[in-house]
């Protein structure tokens, strides 16, 4: 076994996250009244296009978290600490929701504008087999007992699923496209620039917020499972 | 590399001994075969449009059971810690284990033509590309499942997460091969099928030489 494995991961209880997730939970307030009410109505697709302030930020984040948790697995790998297994697992799960409410989300804008709840178009299929990809990496962890296998093995698929990502979305685009550009804030109107950066952040602080959170407990789950048995007698 | 000969004469022998079994998953993709045309009903012109996806379909759903059981016999009497201690390399062991895999699921793919060509009326006058195409897409069923099978085995719940973690990984290897079979037997006007081999073939690099390397760490933890 290389690397250390005895080192448990530390669990010192700041308020940091909750901080984050405030101050991300106002920006996402904020952001959207300004999107909702106050940013003009959008010439083609009217109101129906303000769920842009929403999905686009979850959009980005749902692309953000896969790139930490793969950055994750391979310190995982490489330095066999326990902390960054405690963050791949937190960063997993939050990857999985983000990709998730992505998907949800697009569906909605989808609809009215393209007719359809779905379309096989590059960006909505890879992040759909993502999010699959993603629930069974959350399998594989829960279906493994043993710690040790159980970071090793999520590490090593996390990284397998992170190099196939491009793979999938290549292939997808030469089979079938419907999608439009990806908005960023230098291709939208300055009207809807702000609301949009405000979200953005909003959603950026609340994903970190949740995975420090969720590594905490991953923590203390691996400290529980690591602790040597209470002595006989 | 006489490392390398040596497992994977000892995969191939294991797998000519349970020869049995090879019939075996061979008659659940001939089955799946049959039933995906009840799916479609007996309409010849649908079927034969639809052949190269049920073919590969089929072929997946196949290399589950032949992967999920090429790790099973190490399990036993704890085989793969003694093949640990070897003086050998892990990633050996890996491409020993996969290119016998790969061996066998190109069987399997070549044994499920002639049913799809009876069944769907899908044949192709391109028989040497059909088979090359079946080569590169069962090559990439092959790496990353003969990985993934090492870890499933001696985890709980092993067939569900087998199929669980490949099949959205091998989404790539499915389009493609879909598209490049459906384009030998429906005709190819516009001359896509190189590229559709293209992105086989990058796949199938990117996972042999990415499972290989991180085989080793899978197992020896």
């Known amino acids: 076994m290389q690397g250390s494995r005895e080192q448990l991961p530390s669990v010192a209880g700041s308020s940091y996250p909750y901080a984050l997730a405030g101050l991300g939970l106002l920006l996402l307030v904020w952001g959207s009244y300004w999107g909702l009410a106050l940013a003009p109505r959008e010439q083609y697709m009217g109101d129906v296009q303000r769920i842009m302030y929403m999905h686009v930020p979850t959009a980005w984040c749902a692309m953000l978290a896969p790139t930490f948790g793969f950055i994750c697995a391979v310190l995982s790998l490489k330095s066999s600490n326990w902390r960054w297994d405690a963050r791949l697992a937190a960063t997993i799960e939050v990857a999985f929701v983000l990709g998730f409410l992505t998907c949800i989300q697009g569906s909605i804008w989808a609809k009215p504008t393209w007719g359809v709840w779905w379309d096989w178009d590059p960006r909505l299929t890879t992040m759909a087999v993502l999010v699959f990809a993603l629930a069974g990496i959350m399998a594989l962890r829960g279906f493994v007992d043993d710690p040790v296998k159980r970071a090793v093995w999520s590490a090593v698929v996390m990284i397998v699923v992170a190099a196939d990502v491009p793979l999938t979305y290549m292939s997808v685009k030469w089979w079938n496209s419907l999608h439009q550009m990806q908005s960023t804030p230098g291709t939208v109107s300055r009207a809807f620039y702000w609301p949009l950066r405000i979200n953005a952040f909003g959603v950026l602080f609340v994903m970190i917020a949740l995975i420090s959170l969720r590594t905490r407990i991953a923590s203390l789950r691996l400290r529980a499972e690591l602790a040597p048995p209470p002595a006989q007698g | 590399m006489s490392a390398l000969l040596a497992a994977l004469r000892k995969d191939a022998?294991?797998?000519?001994?349970?020869?049995?079994?090879?019939?075996?998953?061979?008659?659940?993709?001939?089955?799946?075969?049959?039933?995906?045309?009840?799916?479609?009903?007996?309409?010849?012109?649908?079927?034969?449009?639809h052949a190269a996806g049920f073919l590969w379909l089929s072929l997946l759903l196949s290399s589950t059971l032949t992967l999920a059981e090429s790790f099973q016999s190490e399990m036993e009497d704890r085989a793969l810690e003694g093949l640990l201690l070897l003086p050998a390399d892990a990633r050996v062991l890996y491409y020993a284990k996969a290119l016998a895999n790969w061996l066998q699921l190109m069987l399997l793919g070549i044994g499920l033509v002639p049913l799809m060509v009876v069944l769907y009326d899908a044949f192709t006058p391109r028989l040497p590309e059909l088979l090359a195409v079946i080569a590169l897409g069962t090559a990439g069923l092959s790496a990353p499942g003969t990985l993934y099978s090492a870890m499933t085995s001696q985890a709980r719940a092993k067939q569900t997460l087998l199929p669980l973690l490949l099949f959205p990984l091998i989404v790539p290897v499915l389009l493609a091969a879909v598209k490049a079979s459906s384009l030998l037997i429906l005709g190819d006007p516009m001359g896509q099928l190189w590229s559709w081999a293209q992105l086989l073939l990058a796949f199938d690099l990117l996972h042999w030489s990415l499972c290989g390397l991180l085989f080793g760490r899978a197992v020896e933890d």
């Open chain 2, 13 to 49: 022998l294991l797998q000519w001994r349970t020869r049995t079994q090879l019939l075996a998953i061979f008659t659940f993709g001939a089955s799946t075969l049959l039933l995906f045309s009840f799916a479609i009903g007996p309409n010849a012109e649908a079927l034969r449009l």
